[in-house]
């Protein structure tokens, strides 16, 4: 019942957070802003020694079977970390399309490797919220250039929709990051996501859905988006706790700066958008772990609120802190940065109110 | 929701096939273009009706006309009473703070007198608590009450009295000593505002409706007996009604104004730049985030059923709604008025409208809901103090004198 977590939800989460706060430290990520193309090996260890990889893929598989509410817990505390590699989300994305549309031998070729972490994925889906510009395929094979793809400078396997030259139809697929692909990291403002163009020039790729191929694209981008949701109300919550914590420390004009309704009210505001980003994702947790209700209206749900929750948060907590806060030794940037990053990377705020839109609007008769 | 048990599933469907047939009577259709006095006495016969069916009072004890169940079954009720728009809401105040309030701290022989017609609809209760000299700063309530041998002569006024026209009782905080610290000097009563020396002044309010009103008590005699708890515990007493009010905040009939449905059916009429006004980006972007936010409040209320369910006591995010309601029906109600451009302007306070069901009312109700039960400010502060751990603020009145 994951509205209310139980003990062994709740001891998912003690455990990440006890390895998380001994072997990982915001300080880590530091350096990798100023690389491109870089990220954490040992943060990517602790999520492997911990079967974090394998935590939604079966036991036949080499996984924890755990499904997805596991997964959701600990994304939440990863985002509360602001953890060093994005493969726990877009790896997901892989083996749930794996799960839901590849063969027997497809996943008996690649679901074992990325269970234990020794191959990473990546998702390249924005485009099928808005059917947006698609790589072209042509008889298995594919060509063209991504845009920016979270963990595109290292991951081993791409699923993305791409559009049939043949049909004009899209097509779910599989490609193997080798040699074929040529991944160009791409400098942002949040190094640690591994943030790569690929390119493509007839690559051989292997299909995975041909049938309504665009909307198998948009709900497994909806999958990763209530993951992703979860990592960025861990975010949130980080930030409001500093912000809390700060306030009742620093003082200013004999008084702590908490006395102050300008700032005591910003951070109640805060909480008060972070609790709607938690309802709507425990909502479409719920949802992924009974394959229930409209998956994609309630991850769009999720994934506005938790924009809004990470945005604010991450923005105020800086304002409340002062000059020290948008220093480069402060954590609060990190926080800022990725805010801002996982609000991109899955299609923006427009694109998701689009989906959302749609989805309600059809909902109501005309 | 899976999680609840099928008992609480089996109380659902019965509560839904007591009230399908009721609908055509009392429902949201019903009611529309009712005056206030007509939509009252409506509410009144869909009260008794459920009372008569064991639906009045669910958490309260069998032997004053309750159905003695859980809060659980009381959160469901309401849930679905009000997703058929019954009229609820005149009982809200009375059934949620002064009757629990009295079945706390009153005798058996009052409880037996005034619970069960309370129940019934018979009556409606008010709560006296605001000033013009106080509304927030509760504590610096002046109405006195002196002591005069076996009774307590109360004189001062009371304002912002929601249905006090309508009632017949209430609960009120008076001051009892002058000379302690204003938090100690308070003493709750329950009193009958039919008595002599009580004078009703209705208040129009800003939409043109008077729900609230001035209460003046001009030497006003209440028996001793009459009073709740210790003699300089009406703080305290008062503190506790406010809370006691908490678990009916989730189950708020006004909850956003009308359904989102509404606005995208006006949206699809209307044109905006010589196209559907709903295919506009800005009055989508207004829909998806509507949606998103109500469907946040919908899981925190879901998720305190759960809790309540798991015998635990629901957490203080049910403050929640009352500040973010308000904020979304302004902006659903803005999006609205603007695409019905002039027409926006209608507003016939004569007809009576409902904030659910006419965009103008809502929006001209949006101030209320920012102020009455709390202000917002009072909200982020209880927020900021009583969840997050951050300081008071500043309070000479607690200094040492
Ligand atoms: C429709 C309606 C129905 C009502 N029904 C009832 C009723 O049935 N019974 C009853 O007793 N009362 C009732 N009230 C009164 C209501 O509880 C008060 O209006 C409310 O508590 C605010 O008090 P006030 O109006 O005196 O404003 P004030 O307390 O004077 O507040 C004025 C402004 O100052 C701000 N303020 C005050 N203190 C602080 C602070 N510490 N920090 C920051 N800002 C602060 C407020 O937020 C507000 O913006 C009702 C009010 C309305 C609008």
Known sequence: ??????????????????????????????????????HDDRFWT???????????????????????????????????????????????GVSEALRRFGSNDQQGRYLAGLANGERTGAIDLTSALDGGERLAWTDGRLSGATGLVAAGAWADLLVTVARDTATGGDVLVLVALDEQAHPEPVQTFDNSRGYAVLHFNSAPAEVLATEHAGDAALELLARVAVIVAFEQLGGAEACMERARNFANERQAFGQPIGKFQAIKHRIAEMYVANELARGNALRAALSLRDDA??????????????????????????????????????????FFRRSRALALELGGRGPWQDVVARRVIAGVAA | MTSLSPELEAFRDRVVAFMDPHVAEYGQAARLGLSLDDDIALARRWQA?????????????????????????????????????FPAGYFVISLSMPIPMMLRYATPEQKARFVPPAL???????????????????????????????????????????????????????????????????????????????TVRPIRQLH??????????????????????????????????????????????????PPLDALISLAREAQLDGRPALEDGRVRAVIAQAYATQQGLLAISEKSILELAAGREPGPEGSIHK?????????????????????????????????????????????????????????????????????????????PR
């Open chain 1, 293 to 334: 209700g409209d998956l994609v209206l309630r991850a769009g749900a999720a994934r506005l609120t938790a924009i809004d929750a990470y945005e604010f948060a991450a923005t105020e907590a800086i304002q409340t802190h002062g000059a020290i806060g948008i220093t480069w030794e402060h954590d609060l940037h990190l």
């Open chain 2, 120 to 198: 019934r609809g018979e009556q409606i209760w008010s709560q006296l608590f605001s000033e013009p000299s106080t509304g927030s700063d509760l504590a610096a309530v002046r109405t006195r009450a002196v002591r005069d041998g076996e009774d307590w002569i109360i004189s001062g006024q009371k304002v912002w009295t929601t249905f006090a026209q309508y009632s017949d009782y209430g609960v009120i905080v008076a001051r009892t000593d002058p000379d302690a610290p204003k938090h100690r000097g308070l003493t709750y009563f329950f009193v009958d505002l039919k008595a002599q020396g009580v």
């Open chain 2, 49 to 85: 009706t459920k009372a008569a069916a064991g639906y009045a009072g669910l958490t309260f004890p069998t032997e004053y006309g309750g159905a003695g169940l859980t809060q659980l079954e009381q959160v469901i009720f309401v849930a679905e009473e009000a997703a058929r728009g």
């Open chain 1, 46 to 92: 602790t999520c492997r020694d911990m079967g974090w990889t394998g935590i939604t893929i079966s036991e036949d598989h080499g996984g924890l079977g755990l499904g997805p509410i596991a997964l959701c817990l600990t994304a939440e505390v990863v985002g509360r970390f602001v953890g060093g590699a994005p493969f726990l989300s877009t790896g997901y």
């Open chain 2, 323 to 399: 500040l973010v309601g308000a904020r979304g029906r302004r902006e659903v109600a803005l999006c609205a008025l603007d695409l019905l451009g002039t027409d926006g302007l209608r507003f016939d306070a004569a007809a009576h409208p409902r904030p659910k069901t006419d965009f103008a009312m809502s929006w001209m109700d949006q101030p209320t809901l920012r102020i009455a039960g709390g202000t917002d400010e009072m909200l982020l502060n209880t927020v900021a103090e009583r969840i997050l751990g951050l300081p008071q603020d500043y309070r000479p009145d607690k200094l």
């Open chain 1, 1 to 38: 019942m994951p509205f209310l977590l139980d003990d062994d939800h709740r001891q998912i989460v003690q455990e990440a957070e006890r390895v998380l706060s001994d072997g990982w430290s915001p300080d880590g990520l530091r350096h990798l802003l100023e690389r491109v193309g870089a």
């Open chain 2, 208 to 257: 043109s409706a008077a729900e609230f009103n001035e209460v003046f008590f001009d030497d006003v005699r209440v028996p001793d007996a009459w009073r709740l708890g210790g003699v300089g515990d009406g703080f305290r007493l008062a503190v506790e009604t406010l809370m006691i009010e908490r678990y009916t905040a989730a189950a708020d009939e006004t909850g956003f104004g």
